[in-house]
């Protein structure tokens, strides 16, 4: 069965990320929520915010629904269902999924307090990427999440 590698690098605001082949070839980049240690909701606000998913190995199978057609969704996650690769622009628009683009951009990299932290960071190009990913990915394969901290750790 095929293997992917998301890389991720934890940001206050968001986890970016790149997925990559068995082989080094990148596929795209990722945006998702912030690494909350798994916490389904967000303890700071009223919203139904979801953490990143723990690093780890996980199946992902095709999946299909109204909203969100012709996608993969990744299974095995403790305590955690429906986790989904979709498009998205901005973390407030996922719960726990993971959005595919071309390129995660910093909108505020002089670090403006007055602009909006859910805001901060840009998944560009979310449906092009989304449109790539879907060409790429076979019906199932095996996703193995890491970070640059656990890289630089071992």
Known sequence: MNQYTLIRHYRKEATTGVLITSNGKKICQTLERPNFNNQKDNPNTPQNESSCIPEGTYFCKKYSSKKYPDTWEITGVKGRDSILFHCANY???LLGCIAICNQVIDMNPKEDPKQDPIKRWLASQSRDGFAKFKKEMPKEFILKIISTDSLCNT
């Open 91 to 93: 973390i407030s628009e």
